[in-house]
T-cell receptor, first 118, second 116 residues
Framework: DTGVSQNPRHKITKRGQNVTFRCDPI?????LYWYRQTLGQGPEFLTY????????KSRLLSDRFSAERPKGSFSTLEIQRTEQGDSAMYLCASSRPLTSGGHTDTQYFGPGTRLTVL | AQSVTQLDSQVPVFEEAPVELRCNYS??????LFWYVQYPNQGLQLLLK??????LVKGINGFEAEFNKSQTSFHLRKPSVHISDTAEYFC??????????????FGTGTRLTIIP
């Protein structure tokens, strides 16, 4: 496995601009997660996909945020009309299909995309 | 809903000394428990996890943690730390079943600094 990759690693944008981040999960991981981490805090769940289906969205994910995983492989997270409060590290994680025992499998995290909104 | 409390935001420790990082959780349902480590400018890496069975869990890099259900705690320990252990450590939980059981809820993290 090459690990979860995220691009870009850093993004600086002006308030009001749109930004898009990409996440490539570990191959054959059917679950993909997005988290947001602000300074001094732990990661907070945003949304997750099983294959191409988006199964849950946090209330943190306002209407300006949209995530897609069109072919069940890579995912994109778009933020429209960025605000200074959107400045954070955006983390992506992936996991394998659940075992028959129902145990939640380990989530493997990417290095994150650090967004700075000026 | 679940919540995780890491009371110590920063812990300085001398090299080769033991360390304990505290984690307490609150949940109305059974949970799985995790410790992740985050090195500067990197993503999170799993140190260890408790799913069931023995309450003492051993992880990578010489770390271990003990699940205490009555005290709703999952403290992380290492008998002798090294400079390379300097990092941010996050405790996390997820429900064992039900809708949303894949979602991790994290604490605010503990910054471990090793003093030479």
């Amino acid at each position: 496995d090459t690990g979860v990759s995220q691009n870009p690693r850093h993004k600086i944008t002006k308030r009001g601009q749109n930004v898009t981040f990409r996440c490539d999960p570990i191959s054959e991981h059917n679950r993909l997660y997005w988290y947001r981490q602000t300074l001094g805090q732990g990661p907070e769940f945003l949304t997750y996909f099983q294959n191409e289906a988006q199964l849950e969205k946090s209330r943190l994910l306002s209407d300006r945020f949209s995530a897609e995983r069109p072919k069940g492989s890579f995912s994109t997270l778009e933020i429209q009309r960025t605000e200074q409060g959107d400045s954070a590290m955006y983390l992506c994680a992936s996991s394998r299909p659940l075992t028959s025992g129902g145990h939640t499998d380990t989530q493997y995290f990417g290095p994150g995309t650090r967004l700075t909104v000026l | 809903a679940q919540s995780v409390t890491q009371l110590d935001s920063q812990v300085p420790v001398f090299e080769e000394a033991p360390v304990e990082l505290r984690c307490n959780y609150s949940s109305s349902v059974s949970v799985y428990l995790f410790w992740y480590v985050q090195y500067p400018n990197q993503g999170l890496q799993l140190l260890l996890k408790y799913l069931s069975g023995s309450t003492l869990v051993k992880g990578i890099n010489g770390f271990e943690a003990e699940f205490n259900k009555s005290q709703t705690s999952f403290h992380l320990r290492k008998p002798s730390v090294h400079i390379s252990d300097t990092a941010e450590y996050f405790c996390a939980v997820s429900p064992t079943r039900g809708f949303g059981n894949e979602k991790l809820t994290f604490g605010t993290g503990t910054r471990l600094t090793i003093i030479p």
